[in-house]
C-alpha cells in the first residue's frame, strides 16, 4: 500500500477541524464519522509505520468516549452515561453506549414526535454503536492492545441487550433504530434495514479477535463471549431484505460482503450462506442506482458521503473478487447456490462508477458547494476513507 499524500493532508485538517489535535476544550464529536476517521489513522499508520498516525487513532477513540460517553453539557444529567462513577466509568467508557453526537438534544420521553426535527436530535443509533465497535477492534488488530477489543464486546452486549426487543413481548425480534441517551426508551422503533447484518458481522469481528486473545490465556473470559448474542442476531437476519437503491446502503453491502468472506475463511462466521445474498442484493440495487440520473447531477444535488460510501464498497468488491480467487474450495461448499464468484464478475462492470465519484469530490470546485460544506467533517473523513480504504474495509 502506498501512502496517499492527500489522505494525509484530510485527516491533520480534519484533527484541527473537530479540536483532536491541537486539543480543544470543546472537540467537535460525532459518532460515524470519528469510527471512519480512527479506521482512516490506522490507516495511515500501516502504510507508513508514522507513529503520530497511530497516536490520533488513540488520543481520538480516547476523546470519543470522554465527550459522547458522557452527558451533554446542556443535559441537567452529568458524568457518564452509563451511571458508573468516575473511576469504573473511565475503566469501561461503552457500558452505557455512546451518544450520536447531534447539535440539539433528544426529545424527552413525553414529548410529541417531529420526523424532520428528529435527526437534528442527540440519542444513540444502533449502527453508528457496531460503526464504532468495528474502529474499536481494528484498534486492537493494529496496535496489540486487547482492551480495544473489551471495550467493543462490552459495547456490543450493551446495545444488543437495550436494541433489541421483541414486539408484544413474543414474536420475530426487532431492533430499535435509534435510542434515548440512557438507553431507557426507544426514539424510533422502526429497524434500520441493514442493522441485524451489521450486527450479526460486527459480533463475529469483535468474537474472533477476543477468541485470539484468550487462546493466551488457561482461563477464557466468559463476560467477553458474544455467543448467545450472535445466534439471537442470526435469527433477525433471515427475515429482512437488504435490495436497496441508496448508495450508502449499497456500499455498506458490498463492505460487509469483504467483511463475511474474511470471516469465512477464518471459520469465525455462523452463516456462510448470506455471503452469496449480500452480493446478489448488492447487485440488484447498483443495477438500479446505474441506471439513474444521480452521478450526472452538480454538486448542490448530490450527497458526497454518500456516493463515497458506494466508492469504498466498490473497492471491497475488487478485494472481495480477489478473495474469491485466492480460496475457490472455501466458496464452493453446499451453502451457496451458486458461487458468489459468478455474481461479482457481473458487479465488476459498475467498478468505474468508483473513479467517477473520486474524481468528481476531487474537483476543489464541487467541494465548495453548499452540500458539502453543509456535511463537510463526514464528507471530508469519507473521501479519506475512499482514496484509501484498507483501514477501514479489512478485519
Known sequence: MQRDPLVSEIMTAYAGLTGLSPADPSPQRYLWTDAFAVCNFLGLYQQTGDKQYRHLASLL????????????????????????????????????????????NERGPEDPFDEQLEWDRDGQYYHYLTQWMHSLNRMSVVTGDPSYNNWAIELAKTAHAR???????????????????????????????????????????????????????????????????????????TENSLITD???????????????????IADNFIKPDLLETVVVSSLIGLDSYAGGTSLKLPADYRLAFRELGLSIGLAGAQRLKGLLEQYPGVFKKREFVQSPLAHLESLMQYVPIREKINSFWLNPKNRQSATWMAHRNINMVMLATSLAPEGHILL
Open 163 to 237: 436494541f433489541i426487543y421483541s414486539p408484544g413481548g413474543r414474536g420475530q425480534k426487532r431492533i430499535y433504530w435509534k435510542m434515548s441517551i440512557d438507553l431507557s426508551y426507544s426514539l424510533v422503533s422502526s429497524m434500520g434495514q441493514h442493522d441485524p447484518l451489521d450486527g450479526l458481522i460486527t459480533y463475529s469481528e469483535l468474537q474472533a479477535t477476543a477468541r485470539k486473545y484468550s487462546g493466551q490465556s488457561l482461563r477464557p473470559n466468559l463476560s467477553q463471549d458474544l455467543s448467545a448474542e450472535i445466534a439471537d442476531i442470526a435469527k433477525i437476519c
Open 246 to 264: 441508496d448508495p450508502l446502503g449499497i456500499g455498506g453491502l458490498l463492505t460487509n460482503a469483504l467483511k463475511i468472506a474474511q470471516l469465512v
Open 61 to 104: 477513540v480516547d476523546q470519543v468516549h470522554a465527550v459522547l460517553g458522557r452527558h451533554r453539557a446542556d443535559d441537567l444529567r452529568s458524568g457518564w452515561i452509563s451511571g458508573l462513577d468516575e473511576q469504573d466509568g473511565a475503566g469501561h467508557p461503552t457500558t452505557g453506549g455512546l451518544r450520536i453526537g447531534k447539535e440539539m
